[in-house]
């Protein structure tokens, strides 16, 4: 990668170590942290004495004390993400993680669920495993909050820009991108990225070309661009399943929005919201499919979708909440008789009887989605 592509990634690429400091400090120091952790670990007795954010900062700033660069800050996360998947999960289970090799370097492409959660515990069970954690690949709209812009950095994030104001800008972003992973993971570490941009908030995974053609751009002076990528990334496909999306009521009501007026607008520091409500609400069993492709069956970028498309739903994990929603907008059965029926029937509450079908489709679209790929049990 160049020197001048290169200096534009310092603003968006992940903290070095020596930034580390000097970030830790303002976030410390940042009245949104400590109102995030007051309410976590503060009793609620010592916030009607208006102590929690004090409470807050000396708790962190132990917590900070023994950090010093980036492994460190991914320590403390690994252990607070252990304690959260306690707290929040009924059950964490995962397969094919034995194919990932200590060492190795990888790009894992996964579906895209939770803003934060997603490459999160991805990176918690590689990690566990004995690799390196991976860098993960995230949108430029995080970067509108100080807060959240800070702590994805730290924890190994880079930003794609969507920014560009012409078509020749936007094509070298995305250039800059493609180089910066290739040389990730020929050079460096992994990388995590979603198959698409944004959250499948319909519940609905499928892995957009537009991003293959974006990785492909670092290959494009290659004989055979497609080949070359494929020979050189070891690419693992990645499907995560929560059986319960604590975020299900605010998707619902967005996807209303959209279809009512044809567009949403984002409330300030929703995201921000939205990764909080995704990190502590409760998920219910969780789990994590790691799989490979045939790079024999790959002869295009459509075929690499297709390919993909089937590993990452094929992974997909079909739980009770699944079946139930799917039958039930087939006019089929009626009885919440299951795991999670009654956190899907308080969801089901907070929403207008218009939002119930954006709701009940979050889940449903995972019985529909392997029905249309003619995945067994669903044709």
Same mark, same amino acid.
């Given at each position: 990668m160049s020197n001048t592509n290169l200096e534009k990634l310092e603003t968006i690429g992940p903290f070095d170590d020596a930034d580390v400091p000097a970030v830790l400090s303002r976030i410390s120091n940042s009245d949104e942290f400590l109102s995030i952790v007051s309410g976590w670990a503060v009793p609620p007795i010592l916030r009607k004495m208006f102590l929690g954010n004090f409470i807050a900062k000396r708790y962190m700033?132990?917590?900070?004390? !023994?950090?010093?660069?980036?492994?460190?800050?991914? &320590?403390?996360?690994?252990?607070?993400?252990?304690?959260?998947?306690? &707290?929040?999960? %009924?059950?964490?289970?995962?397969? %094919?993680l034995d194919q990932i090799q200590a060492g190795r370097n990888y790009l894992f492409i996964s579906n895209h669920r939770d803003i934060v959660l997603d490459s999160s515990l991805i990176n918690y069970l590689i990690?566990?495993?004995?690799?390196?954690?991976?860098?993960?690949?995230?949108?430029? &709209?995080?970067?509108?909050?100080?807060?959240? !812009?800070?702590?994805?950095?730290?924890?190994?994030?880079?930003?794609i820009r969507r920014d560009a104001t012409n078509r020749r800008d936007w094509y070298r972003s995305?250039?800059?991108? !493609?180089?910066?992973?290739?040389?990730?993971?020929?050079?460096?570490?992994?990388?995590?990225?979603?198959?698409?941009?944004?959250?499948?908030?319909?519940?609905?995974?499928?892995?957009?070309?537009?991003?293959l053609k974006m990785l492909m751009l670092a290959f494009k002076k290659e004989s055979a661009p497609l080949q070359s990528f494929l020979e050189k990334i070891d690419l693992i496909p990645v499907s995560i399943s929560y059986e319960l999306d604590p975020c299900a009521v605010r998707k619902a009501r967005e996807l209303r929005l959209i279809d009512d007026s044809g567009s949403y607008e984002k409330a300030e520091d929703e995201d921000l919201n939205s990764m909080i409500q995704g990190l502590v609400g409760y998920k219910g069993r969780v789990h994590i499919e790691f799989s490979r492709i045939d790079r024999q069956e790959v002869d295009s970028i459509e075929k690499l979708g297709e390919v993909l498309d089937r590993a990452i739903v094929g992974g997909l994990r079909v739980f009770e909440i699944n079946e139930f929603a799917d039958s039930f907008l087939r006019g089929e059965s009626q009885s919440m008789v299951f795991d999670c029926g009654e956190q899907l029937k308080e969801q089901m509450d907070e929403c207008s009887p218009l939002e119930q079908e954006y709701l009940l489709k979050q889940y449903a679209n995972v019985c529909a989605n392997k029905r249309e790929l003619g995945l067994t049990g669903y044709e």
């Open positions: 700033q132990r917590a900070f004390r !023994s950090v010093s660069d980036i492994a460190g800050f991914q &320590n403390l996360v690994a252990e607070y993400l252990r304690t959260l998947i306690t &707290n929040s999960c %009924g059950e964490l289970t995962f397969n %094919g990690r566990e495993s004995g690799s390196n954690t991976c860098r993960i690949a995230v949108g430029d &709209n995080l970067l509108g909050n100080q807060l959240a !812009s800070d702590l994805m950095r730290l924890n190994k994030s880079f930003f995305l250039e800059m991108t !493609s180089s910066y992973i290739r040389d990730s993971i020929e050079n460096q570490c992994s990388v995590w990225i979603a198959q698409r941009q944004g959250r499948a908030k319909d519940g609905f995974d499928r892995t957009e070309i537009a991003l």
